[in-house]
């Protein structure tokens, strides 16, 4: 893969905060799901996407995989089953309901992990968080996305993530709108068809 080919998005970034965005690499997941981490490619294409990674350290990762198919199955294994737990954990709480200790113990599991890669790098301005290896270990990209997750659920912003509200989607976000009132995960998608459908409700009814 060229840096050129990732100049046309493959993954949709709705979320507002990272680990929002991954929980949404399923389309469709209230109505007919459809995998999008179907191979550890696919994450790795998500992850430069993301701008977790750099397309250096992207290509990096993807030659180490092919030397060891194992260790990438795995590692896409695991970050789908985060996934999954970084999902129902936020949908749980959009709906104020207490998440399951299963999923919160994976993500504690993921935390863990990803903490030990943390180190301090001094800037002109100050100190930034990078990552020890994310150059050379199959799970980097999963490090930023627990700590995305960890920060939004101890921070205000929980309150302010939202599932949406369309029938088949079930993507979640974080509502930043200035009136907290949003309702899709993307107005020009879920939200379009939505009025969409209104529209031709209305009409057919007036008819």
């Avoid at 995305?148 to 079930?170: F, I, K, N, P, Y």
């Amino acid at each position: 893969m060229s840096e050129t080919e990732l100049q046309t998005p493959v993954f949709e970034f709705t979320g507002n905060r990272l680990c929002l965005d991954f929980a949404n690499t399923v389309n469709n997941r209230t109505g007919n799901p459809r995998e999008l981490l179907n191979s550890y490619d696919d994450l790795l294409t998500w992850s430069q996407e993301a701008h977790i990674l750099t397309w250096q350290e992207g290509e990096a990762l993807r030659e180490k995989a092919r030397q060891q198919p194992g260790a990438a199955a795995e590692a896409l294994t695991r970050a789908v089953a985060l996934r999954e737990a970084v999902y129902a954990i936020f949908v749980a709480r959009a709906h104020e309901v207490t998440p399951v200790s299963n999923d919160v113990d994976r993500l504690n599991t993921e935390l863990t992990r990803a903490n030990t890669q943390m180190y301090l790098v001094p800037g002109q301005e100050g100190f930034a968080w990078d990552w020890a290896g994310k150059k050379k270990e199959l799970d980097a990209m999963l490090w930023p996305v627990v700590r995305s997750a960890a920060d939004v659920l101890t921070s205000e912003e929980l309150q302010d993530v939202r599932v949406c509200a369309s029938d088949d989607c079930g993507w979640v976000f974080l509502d930043t709108s200035k009136n907290h009132s949003r309702r899709w995960c993307d107005m020009k998608g879920c939200g379009n068809r939505a009025k969409a459908r209104k529209h031709y409700s209305q009409k057919k009814q007036a008819s």
